[in-house]
């Protein structure tokens, strides 16, 4: 409670410094800040005003999930061999187009129905990539070079079902959610609701939009610190290394922390400094990764499975940016 106290007051804060930051900056002892301190509100909010449409349509398809969908629909539709299992899950997000921002949550209630961990890994990691809204957008930015939005498909495909077979062979049969203490009150609350799915709909939704909204705050507003204060020429230097520039890259994708939806645009401005392999790099981790999720991540699952998640899916992105690049570019 206190969390989500702290969280919504940070809100309110940047709400009012991004109404009145002219007035406040005109007051005599505030004049010696510098001015990058009042950018970070305005890029808060502005990641927040990106996010919030599609965190609306995460928690309301997870919310229409713990209604409709039951474990044996989930247990009949998924193959029953774990490998084969993990191909469906990958190209599920050409049917729905759910970015990064909105994915955890959904993903977190398809295992809790009994969605095995390994293909609902698969299934966050390549939907935000492999979903119609992304392509388009991604063949729009690049239209010069059109072949990216295949590049992007096809390296963000290979790569889930690749971390999907380390999750696997890593977590087999361990349950990787973490427990809430309010679970089993929410659970008992929406029982006596059963008689109406669309109530117990609005309610699972609403549970789920407090619980990961906080998370979306947090993780905003880290971005937002390294966006505002980040020197970008530090980074142009090493741009065209073959060797470093993807990893670079990499890693400002997941402190930029921009939606995937619109994530091609900013990639395509590096385009004259960085190798196409770094902006591969950059399109295909960031929507998999990034300091909003990995927040949201921390939240619903257990800590080792994180981190090892974290340690995994950089190094299978990069080689396998590395060999692409090696053969195909």
Known sequence: ????????????LFLFLFLFAEEIKNISFLTRIPS?????????????????????????????????????VIRRVLPRNAYLALIP???????????????????????????????????MLSAP???????????????STPYVANARMFVGF???????LIIYRRFKGENILKTKK?????EHHHHHQRGNKLLETLYHASDELFDTGKYLF?????????????????????????????????????????????????????????TEGSILAFLVFGPMIDIKNTLMLFGYFKKNF???LLMVTPLVVYFSVYLFQLFFI
Do not use: W
């Not at 409670?1 to 309110?12: I, N």
């Not at 290979?158 to 999907?164: A, E, L, P, V």
């Not at 309010?182 to 929410?186: C, F, L, M």
């Open 1 to 12: 409670m206190v969390k989500d106290s702290l969280v919504f007051l940070l809100f309110c």
């Open 36 to 72: 990058t301190f009042f950018n970070v509100n305005t890029i808060f909010l502005s990641i927040i005003l990106e996010a919030i449409p599609f965190i609306l349509l995460g928690v309301f398809v997870s919310a229409v999930i713990q209604s409709f969908v039951s474990e044996n």
């Open 89 to 123: 899950a990958a190209l599920l997000g050409i049917i729905f187009p759910i970015c990064e921002c909105a994915i955890v949550p959904v993903v977190r209630r398809l295992i809790k129905k009994g969605m095995p961990s390994h293909v609902g890994v698969v299934f």
């Open 129 to 143: 990539i492999l979903n119609p809204v992304v392509y388009a957008s991604t063949y729009f930015a690049f239209k």
């Open 158 to 164: 290979i790569s889930s079902i690749i971390i999907g």
């Open 182 to 186: 309010d679970d089993h009150h929410h």
């Open 218 to 274: 947090l993780g905003a507003f880290l971005a937002s610190l390294f966006q505002a204060f980040l020197d970008r020429n530090v980074l142009l230097s090493i741009g065209t290394s073959t060797t470093f520039a993807p990893g670079v890259m990499m890693g400002l994708a997941y402190v930029l922390s921009v939606c995937s939806s619109a994530d091609a645009f900013v990639a395509s401005s590096f385009g004259s400094t960085f």
């Open 306 to 308: 994180v981190l090892f």
